[in-house]
């Protein structure tokens, strides 16, 4: 029998990678979706429509982290074997602006799934979407599982609050529960206001003479970028492990803001001199100055690398944001 995954946070740029990911593996995979007044399935239409391209059905399921009882009713019907949980207020510079929101999603939200969890489907297998955002003001370099965390907005607070709720169901209760500490990750799907898909989307409007500035904060910081459809490969790893753990994904590089922006204007042939305009608004409170993970326990245990590599990676997102333009400008809209 098909192997049952639930994924929270579907919709997301890594829940429709790792959808893609699991129906390629045979299982049968669940979404979780929250009601909007405009489509939120954008990324995951082209595995919904066609339930025939992977021969296992993708399910869609009305539900939100606000609301335990919805999360208790699906995992009460379907009795998963592994449960994905990605959904998250994710954005940073946001969480600044609604801090209650952010934990009442990105924290407690975790409790109500791991409650949810432990009532209804205790032996079911759960991944908690960690981020390099916990080690914030960094206590180390590069930072590693062991590496103390020292938050920098209420989003990362919410993850150390997630992260460890994570680690206490696995101890107190015997959950399978893992805690994968991605660091960043993005691609053609990456949310448009996020720092490197706001500026792949604006060298193609850019070029096509529909922009001329790109208003930027800090590009000091720096990030370990890597490649969304390698980093859900490793979710999927941890899972098939005998007990539940944490483990950092990194690529194991940094580079500044600035740097991603001189690459992915030279991709394009531009000058980004011409185009970057600091506006002081798009600063944070407080800053993660410096981002570098050390992934050598998630080689040594799931054998897992990654592969892609900066200037890759760089291209890859400048070419896609220049065909999606271009297909939506020609009527032609179709989703990376
Ligand atoms: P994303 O693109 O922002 O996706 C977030 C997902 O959460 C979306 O599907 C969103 O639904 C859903 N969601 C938001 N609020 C919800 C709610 N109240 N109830 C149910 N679902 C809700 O994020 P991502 O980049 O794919 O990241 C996936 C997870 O990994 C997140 O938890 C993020 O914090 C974490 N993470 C990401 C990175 C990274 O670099 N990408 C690194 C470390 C950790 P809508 O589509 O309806 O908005
Ligand atoms: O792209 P960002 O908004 O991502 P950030 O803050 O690193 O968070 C992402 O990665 C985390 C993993 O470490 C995830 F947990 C989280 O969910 C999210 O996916 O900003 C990156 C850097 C920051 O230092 C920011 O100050 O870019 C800088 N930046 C400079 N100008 C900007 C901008 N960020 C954004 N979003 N927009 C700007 O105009």
New binding site residues.
Partial sequence: MAKKALI????????SYLAELLLSKGYEVHG???R?SSF?TDRIEHLYQDPHVHGVKLFLHY????DGASLQHLLHDLQPDEIYH?????HVRVSFDIPEYTGD??AL?TTRLLEAIRECCPKARFYQ????EMYGLVQAVPQREDTPFYPRSPYGAA?VYSYWMTVNYRESYGLHATNGI?????SPRR?ETFVTRKVTRAIARIKAGLQQDLFMGNLEAKRDWGY?PEYVEAMWLMLQQEKGDDFVVATGETHSVQEFIEEAFACAKLDWKQHVKIDPRYYRPAEVDLLIGDASKAKRLLGWQPKTTFKNLVRIMVQADDDLLAAQLSGKHVRA
């Fill in positions: 929270s946070g579907v919709t997301g740029q890594d829940g979780v979706i929250r909007s939120n539900g939100d982290l606000s990605l959904g998250a207020q994710s999603i990105t939200g979407a960690s981020s390099s993850k991605l660091f960043n990750h993005k949310g969304a």
